[in-house]
């Protein structure tokens, strides 16, 4: 007997609500068509998605597909052409841009199962949607940065790879792939350096990855000679380190390699040009540092003995806390002559991987400027050009502000240049007060203008007992109400707590600050260097 076709549509609608309530939980939605016909039955979910009502919702599935983003469209019109085809596949699954009423694209993953009569002809097709425009936009945003960071690596002057448990190769360069001879770096990819080297070279290279697997320590600028299987002769410097998972877990090795053949061939061929081989070998030195911080932003490695001919003395603090493993900001004291100082901080834009390796690139052109420690406004000119061309070359744009002043014990003079960082706070015999806060004082941020000039200005450093240089994540710390720290707070702190030992002074600037955004972190990078100069009875 035959049931009343109102009381089978009235037992599909409730079915349809029941799997309705148990999908609203993962909001996904369901859908169903009748494929005899053009009307097709989408959830109260599914019509949020794309935002019609009942009687304006199109059916998707029909051509000419217009609902569909162009860019998925012929992916979308195989699958369903393919699901309704005779004897053709029991599902559909296809993810794509659908147009909303509003006009927006929204992403949709759809998925259906194909109910076919007895000679597997499409009947019906029903299944669910689910509002996936969110991880895609997520999705896309990590290819963007995978995609600046393998552009930036790719234009490193240096050779990049990563290595397994077995020392074959997992990951590489541009430049590493050209180096062993290939076009592409995917050629590289399950090779081992025996394919390439002779025994006397491969075979200690691997137990140095070994060993760096076994012990976590890793092999710094170490000179390798290679020899190749067909005869040739090419000598590289060499920085190994432990290749890390996310867990801690170690999965092999990675390092960055300099080609430095022609030094070393130079320097055996003719002792007399010894001198200029090292300038060279200093020059691929820097790029190796460069290389090498890739992974990982370096804060200073403790202060040089500052003494002055008359018995005047440089005491140095300073406090580093990055809000992240990868942080934007940095310090460096440089012993420029026996007298003299160089001091810098830099906050570089933004943060994570971005930020850090422009630290790392600013950390390897720092070696090649100090020629020009003397004289700072060169000094930053020459950090500002190495840093544009690189990111140039990169087709990227990112900036970072830096402060650079030399101490000079014995002329008494103080001398310092600004690219658009926040000048530094003294406190001396004129009072406390911020010096480089005019327009005129400062240059643009680092790496935005090529060719951009940066003022050299002086003061007497007889004006100044103490000086206290920072980032921005102190100044823009702000309390419940929305007040940023300014620079006016950081005054009146370094004035009150002028008898206190500079250690003790750096250690109340953080308390006072996180007190006053009443949190118990920051929430930028913050970087102080203190100076505090004793002159001589």
């Known amino acids: 007997m035959n049931e009343n076709p109102e009381i089978l549509r009235e037992r599909n609608v409730v079915k349809l609500e029941r799997l309705e309530l148990a999908l609203r939980a993962s909001n996904e939605g369901i859908w169903d068509w009748q494929i005899d016909q053009q009307d097709i039955f989408y ?19 029909i051509p000419p597909y217009e609902n569909i983003h162009a860019e998925e469209q012929r992916a979308f019109e195989l699958a369903v052409t393919q699901a309704l085809q005779d004897g053709g596949p029991e599902t559909l699954a296809v993810d794509a841009r659908v147009r909303t009423g509003s006009g927006d694209w929204r992403w949709l993953r759809i998925r259906g199962t194909v109910v076919r009569d007895r000679e597997g002809k499409a009947r019906r097709v029903a299944g669910s949607m689910i509002n996936i425009s969110l991880r895609k936009a997520a999705e896309a945003q990590v290819e963007e940065e995978r995609h600046l960071l393998r552009q930036l ?16 190769f997992s990951m590489a ?3 590493m792939a050209e180096w062993m001879g290939f076009d592409h770096e995917r050629e590289l990819i399950g090779k081992h350096d025996r394919d390439f080297f002779d025994f006397d070279h491969w075979k200690p290279a691997e137990d140095d990855e070994k060993r760096i697997i076994e012990t976590g320590e890793p092999i710094i600028d170490q000179l390798e000679h290679e020899t190749w299987h067909e005869g040739t002769e090419t000598w590289v410097i060499t920085s190994k380190f432990p290749w890390r998972g996310r867990q801690g877990q170690i999965k092999g090795t990675f390092g960055v390699s300099s080609d430095v053949t022609k030094l070393v061939q130079a320097e055996r061929e003719a002792t007399h040009l010894a001198h200029q081989l090292q300038l060279k070998n200093e020059a691929y030195e820097e790029e190796l540092l460069l290389a090498r911080e890739i992974q990982q932003a370096l804060a200073g490695e403790g202060f040089p003995t500052a003494n002055g001919s ?8 300073a406090r580093y806390i990055p809000i992240s493993g990868l942080a934007g900001d940095f310090f460096e004291v440089m012993k420029v002559t026996e007298t003299s100082f160089g001091v810098l901080i830099c906050d570089v834009m933004g943060h994570g991987v971005r930020s850090a390796l422009i630290v790392a690139m600013l950390r390897g052109l720092l070696e090649k400027q100090r020629a020009q420690a003397n004289e700072p406004g060169h000094f930053l000119q020459g950090l500002n050009d190495g840093l544009a061309a690189i990111l140039e070359r990169a087709g990227t744009t990112m900036f970072a502000t830096a402060f650079y002043g030399l101490i000079d014990l014995d002329e008494g003079t103080f001398r310092y240049a600004c690219a658009g960082h926040p000048g530094p706070i003294i406190a001396g015999r004129n009072g406390v007060r911020q010096i480089a806060n005019e ?5 643009p941020g680092l790496g935005l203008i090529h060719g951009a000039c ?12 103490r000086m206290i240089l920072f980032t921005d994540g102190v100044l823009e710390a702000e309390n419940q109400s929305g007040e940023p720290f300014f620079e006016n707070r ?8 002028s008898d206190e030992p500079l250690e003790q002074l750096l250690d109340g600037i953080l308390s006072s600050v996180l007190a006053f955004s009443e949190g118990q972190h920051f929430d930028d990078d913050v970087c102080l260097l203190g100076i505090e100069i004793s002159r001589a009875e």
Not at 153 to 168: E, G, M, R, T, W
Not at 439 to 443: D, E, P, V
Not at 454 to 465: H, Q, V
């Open 490 to 497: 950081l005054m009146e702190i370094i004035r009150n707590q």
């Open 310 to 317: 008359d018995g005047s003395q440089l005491l140095f603090g």
């Open 439 to 443: 327009r005129a004082h400062k240059g």
């Open 173 to 175: 360069n541009q430049g």
């Open 153 to 168: 690596i790719d234009h490193v002057p240096l050779q990049i790879y990563f290595k397994d448990l077995n020392s074959n």
């Open 43 to 61: 959830s109260r979910r599914i019509l949020e998605f794309i935002e019609c009502g009942t009687s304006r919702a199109p059916n998707l599935f």
């Open 454 to 465: 940066y003022p050299t200005n002086e003061i007497e450093l007889s004006d100044i007992r």
